[in-house]
């Protein structure tokens, strides 16, 4: 693990992908149990083009005690506007009690093959994190209606020729 706390309250991390960075604290999202999978790790943070900012459609997941860890995650909005999976209440208490639409990031992770025109989403188990207390959960929803690997590329395109 190469992690080097400074003295302005950053992080620095040497990570594979974006090779050394440099994260203020509060830019850290905190998994107390972890993530599905790989729950030893706690500590992450979010990051995109930033040309693009918020808008931007893929951004990195990135571990903070793996360098080595990042994953591509989206808004689920993006591909399924309206997407709004079940849960039991009581799992989203490690986010504190501020559940808000306007406190709330909601993020579904990104598989990309070698062939791209197979990338998939995981809605069954979103990311959600409070903006507010930068608390974050990984949960499986109790709702069918939503697939570990649904289809994006497709999609995608469409938008994209949409806007264009």
């Known amino acids: ?39 030893d790790l706690k500590d992450f943070t979010l990051i995109f083009n930033e040309d693009k900012g918020a808008e931007s459609s893929i951004k990195w ?25 079940k ?11 501020n559940l808000d639409s306007e406190n709330i990031l909601m993020f579904v992770t990104v598989t990309v093959p070698k062939d791209i025109t197979k990338t998939t989403v995981n809605l069954k ?16 929803s109790d709702d069918d209606a939503y697939s570990v690997k649904h289809a994006i590329y497709e999609e995608l395109m469409a938008q994209k020729a949409v806007q264009a």
């Open 125 to 140: 188990a979103p990311i959600i994190v409070s903006i507010e207390n930068r608390k974050a959960v990984q949960l499986i």
């Open 61 to 85: 997941l990135q571990s903070l005690q793996e360098p080595a860890f990042a994953m591509p995650v989206m808004n689920p909005d993006l591909v399924i506007p309206g997407y709004s999976p």
């Open 1 to 39: 693990m190469r992690l080097k706390w400074s003295e302005k309250s950053m992080v620095e991390v040497d990570t594979r992908i974006f090779g050394r960075i440099a994260i203020e604290d509060e830019k850290v999202i905190r998994f107390e149990h972890g993530i599905l999978g790989f729950p």
């Open 87 to 97: 849960f039991s209440a009581d799992l989203l208490n490690p986010l504190g009690d």
